[in-house]
C-alpha cells in the first residue's frame, strides 16, 4: 500500500472505528484515502468501505439483502488472500458471520497493519 501520511491516519483511524462497530463512521474515515488511491490500493479501499455500509445497513437499517457485502466480494476477488497485512478470506467469512449474527463483531488486527508508509 502506498498512502500519504494523512491517507494512512485516516485509514488507521477506520481501521480502529471498524474494530470497534462503528462501520458508518470507518466507512466515513476510508472515504478520504479512497478518493486519491488508485489500483489495488483503491480496490482494496473501496472492498472495506462495502464492508462496512453492509454491516451498518444491517444493523442500523434492519437491511436483509446484503447487497453491499456482494458487491465487497467483487472487490475482493480480485486482490491476493492478503494485502496490507489483512487477510481478506478471514476478513470476508468474519463479516459475513456478523451479518447474521447479533453479537458477532470482525476486526482487522492492529498488528497486522504495515507499519511503514
Known amino acids: 500500500m ?4 494523512s491517507d494512512q ?17 470507518a466507512h466515513e474515515a476510508w472515504e478520504r484515502p ?9 480496490t482494496f479501499l473501496q ?4 464492508l462496512a ?10 437491511s436483509l439483502t446484503h447487497r453491499n457485502f456482494y458487491k465487497a466480494v467483487n472487490y ?12 481478506l478470506a478471514r476478513l470476508q467469512a468474519e463479516v459475513w458471520e456478523a451479518l ?5 463483531f470482525p476486526r482487522i488486527s492492529r498488528e497486522l497493519l504495515p507499519r511503514e508508509l
Open 34 to 42: 479512497w478518493l486519491t488511491a488508485t489500483g489495488a490500493d483503491r
Open 9 to 25: 491516519q485516516a485509514f488507521e483511524e477506520g481501521v480502529a472505528l471498524f474494530d470497534t462497530g462503528q462501520w458508518w463512521e
Open 76 to 87: 475482493l476477488d480480485s486482490l491476493p488472500d492478503e494485502y496490507g497485512g489483512v487477510k
Open 100 to 104: 447474521h449474527t447479533p453479537d458477532a
Open 2 to 5: 502506498m498512502f500519504s501520511t
Open 47 to 50: 472492498a472495506l468501505i462495502l
Open 53 to 62: 455500509a453492509a454491516l451498518h445497513k444491517r444493523w442500523h437499517h434492519g
